[in-house]
């Protein structure tokens, strides 16, 4: 039982270009969440999304980033027109259907590092 | 709106129990009480969460007052591996809220 997976682990790009980030969630979990640590600060929230939805993006800056979660393949984080304060530790996190009364764990992966030059 | 506040960081002695206490004063009836940790530049890792009821799994313990405005995290043998910043997080129980990290509690664990 794989955990989450994120992928590219560590990602170069120069100012300009678009990073994509990748995650696949556990299997049997349905609701996806990216959160990014900028170097030496804490894990802030970006955004929630469910299969083909996006539930909650109150932590998205308002441009050149966006995230999908498609009915088939895995949730990326994508960064148009990449600038050096996008530096940042970009990590992904998934948890099952919420349960009527019960408490869902969220899982995290272990991050993709991004670098602008 | 920070919901919990932690103290910034606690050294422990390798081998004792590492006690991280945690005060969420205005946690309501319907709010969980999440415990994660961040090692180094790692993923956060689940470590426990409760409701009102004392928990203990087989990495940690958890202790919530009567009142449920406190609660303490026990690592009863601390490693060196321990070392890490723990997060108290309080998070709805419907739904699939999503957490709220703070700024945590740096735990380091001396030889």
């Known amino acids: 039982n794989a955990g989450v997976m994120q992928n590219p682990r560590h990602l170069v790009r120069r100012r300009g270009q678009e990073a994509r980030l990748r995650c696949s969630p556990m299997?049997?979990?349905?609701?996806v969440y990216w959160y990014r640590q900028l170097p030496e600060e804490g894990l802030k929230f970006m955004v929630y999304l469910q299969k083909e939805n996006i539930i909650d993006e109150s932590g998205m800056p308002k441009e050149r980033f966006s995230a999908e979660f498609p009915k088939e393949g895995p949730s990326i984080l994508r960064i148009q027109q990449v600038v050096r304060g996008d530096s940042a530790a970009y990590f992904c996190?998934?948890?099952?259907?919420?349960?009527?009364?019960?408490?869902?764990?969220?899982?995290f992966g272990a991050g993709s590092r991004l670098t602008v030059l | 709106d920070a919901k919990t506040t932690q103290p910034p960081s606690m050294d422990c002695a390798e081998g004792r129990a590492a006690n991280l206490p945690c005060n969420h004063s205005?946690?309501?009836?319907?709010?969980?009480v999440y415990w994660y940790r961040q090692i180094h530049s790692q993923g956060p890792q689940y470590i426990i969460h409760?409701?009102?009821n004392n928990e203990t799994n087989e990495m940690a313990s958890l202790i919530i007052t009567e009142d449920r405005k406190s609660s303490t995290l026990i690592l009863p043998h601390a490693t060196l591996r321990d070392t890490a910043v723990y997060y108290c997080i309080v998070r709805a129980n419907f739904g699939n809220e999503k957490l709220t990290f703070g700024t945590g509690t740096r735990l380091t664990i001396i030889p």
């Open positions: 409760g409701l009102k």
């Open positions: 205005t946690i309501s009836g319907n709010e969980y």
């Open positions: 996190a998934s948890s099952p259907l919420a349960r009527p009364a019960g408490a869902n764990v969220l899982t």
């Open positions: 299997k049997g979990h349905s609701h």
